[in-house]
């Protein structure tokens, strides 16, 4: 039974360099979306694909943030120039396609430290 | 922006105890989620409520969707310490095809043994 699952579990960076992170969603899920978790919050919508269409994205999303999901399958984020600002837990979720479509299951997220 | 109001933002409670929170919106949802987060990982699907009124149980979890279609709750009966963590609502917004989740703030649970 494989759920979602991302990859670095966490990542330590200097400010300024750049980092990407993976997302693999549940095989047969056509929906990925990308979420950032602050400490004492609950997540935040950063972005959503639908198979490898990348439909919305979050004004969180600056423009040094870029998400691919070039084959409708991984997904990656990749942010540049880090910033303090952007030390947080990101999460992946996938959802399946029909009826079900708003219940997303979350991956164990990457938690992400910029010194 | 839109957001959940979770209440209460923090129990603590012995063991044995049940447990009730709840979920309140402004607006309405035609789905609730609750979901349980431990430290360090991501959030996991516990109950998915899909119709006003609907009542639904997974093991010791009872979840409601409120009449109204504003609000939701969730009781934890006979606690016990695996049952720690963050309890986190959650309702679908739609935006340009994109089922954005919408989270509340949580609730923390303690219990002490």
């Known amino acids: 039974d494989t759920g979602v699952s991302q990859d670095p579990r966490h990542k330590i960076t200097k400010r300024g360099q750049n980092v990407t992170f993976r997302c693999d969603p549940i095989s047969e899920h056509n929906r990925l979306y990308w979420y950032r978790q602050t400490l004492g919050q609950g997540p935040e919508f950063l972005t959503y694909f639908q198979n490898e269409a990348q439909l919305e994205k979050s004004r969180l999303l600056s423009d040094r943030f870029s998400a691919e999901r070039p084959k409708g399958s991984f997904s990656t984020l990749e942010i540049q120039r880090t910033e303090q600002g952007d030390s947080a837990m990101y999460l992946c979720?996938?959802?399946?396609?029909?009826?079900?479509?708003?219940?997303?299951?979350f991956g164990p997220g990457t938690r992400l430290l910029v010194l | 922006g839109q957001q959940l109001n979770q209440s209460p933002q923090s129990m603590f409670i012995q063991e044995g105890e049940d447990v009730s929170m709840n979920c309140t919106s402004s607006s309405i949802f035609n789905t609730w989620l609750w979901y349980k987060q431990d430290p360090g990982e991501g959030p996991v699907l516990l109950i998915a409520l899909y119709k006003a009124g609907e009542l639904t149980s997974n093991g010791r979890l009872t979840a409601q969707f409120g009449i109204t279609r504003k609000d939701s709750f969730l009781n934890i009966s006979a606690s016990i310490p695996s049952d720690v963590g963050i309890y986190f609502c959650?309702?679908?917004?739609?935006?340009?095809?994109?089922?954005?989740?919408?989270f509340g703030q949580g609730t923390r649970l303690t219990i002490n043994p």
């Open positions: 979720a996938s959802s399946p396609p029909g009826l079900a479509e708003e219940t997303q299951y």
């Open positions: 959650a309702g679908p917004r739609i935006i340009q095809g994109a089922q954005k989740l919408v």
